[in-house]
């Protein structure tokens, strides 16, 4: 009685308020049916495998295993099956890998919220549960739904405002992400053969997508597809120059880090401030600062002049940082990791543990496994691009491994513990 006062009050509302979106009349976009959903599904099923194969690699790049330091995920379980010693060779391993991650993840964007939007009726449907078998397909599409949901958000989240979350984002993201692919293979099996029949179709099977009542279309089917590849195009246009220092310019979409680097020799990004991290100047002065290096033999301390006297090497390197952006490769100028492991009586490199100065934020200690440690490119730098480590970039000494993410790049760095960890 109230709601057909109401309708009465609003003609144009009164039709649609007598239907509820559980009526079969009430959805009514003509482009929904099963080509379109076919077409979002297919393009889907190749960019997030894509996504599942990269994040999975990205996570082995951090040495998971050498918890408790790089991961406080105490134990991965079988889901850590396929860790694997993360190798220093091509350098630019992390940097592909992870690039490819947020940058394809982001561009998938649309094209998820496009898929959601053209199922979004089968929400809806009545009875909720039909049968057994309809239950588990409808959990697991909860699992599918949520799970991909989840997965955009926490990773956006994380590249967009660092670190948001209570805890950690890997396990985070990595568990969500075996929930989420999970469902994926299910709804695979469900779906696939029924999404390429769709596809190879000219004309449209009756579908409980297609709906009983079309309002006049305004687009086309293509011109939807268009417009969410647009949406597609244009995020990957604005995000993907953050690899490329040249390009930084142009990912207008992507998070520009604490200010302008400035130009010259330590012209590129930076991750956190010296100021940031709490670094003071009068603990990185030539007369205070000192590096302690531990292994089989006991303890040396180093100052910058002691440093500065052992073999110089360089190598060029990029930095990649776990949210999707890195810089071309820089020109790094220090001391070998493995001299340093030798000076401590290891000829055959072991892990080291790396600590910073640092005492504020999450990154004061890094683990780094003995092939990297091994690897002559491995540093511990004191120069780029021929000049001094600007603060910001770790002044006085900073750890550089090729291919690492850069959260394992150390900054600041105070102490170095080889063997045992
Ligand atoms: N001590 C310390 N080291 C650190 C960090 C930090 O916050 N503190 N950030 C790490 C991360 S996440 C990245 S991506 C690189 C960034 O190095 P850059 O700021 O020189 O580009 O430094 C790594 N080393
Ligand atoms: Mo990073």
Redesign the pocket.
Known sequence: MVRERFAALLPAYGRDMKRSPFAPGFWRSPLRGPWLTSVLGVVLLGGITVLFVTGLVSYAAYNPDLSPVNDKTPDKGILGFYLFAWPTDPHWLYRLDQGVHVTLGITLIPVLLAKLWSVVPRLFTLPPVRSLAHALERISLLLLVGGALFEFVTGVLNVQLDYLFPGSFYPLHFYGAWVFFAAFLAHLALKLPLALRNLRQLREERDDLVPSDPAEPTVSRRGALWFVGGGSLLLFATTAGQNSDALRWTALLAPHGPGDPGEGPNG?????TAAY?GIRPADTADDAWRLVVTGRTGTVRLSRADLLRLPAHSAALP?A??EGWS?SDQSWRGVRLRDLAALVGYDDPPDVLVE?L?QR????RAALRANQVADPRSLLALFVNGEELSP???RPA?VIVPAAP??L????VARMTFGDL
Do not use: M
């Open positions: 590129f990004q930076i991750n956190k991290a930095i940082c776990v810089t910073s640092q934020g999450a990154f004061r910001d970039h770790g900073r850069g959260v790049n150390t900054k600041w």
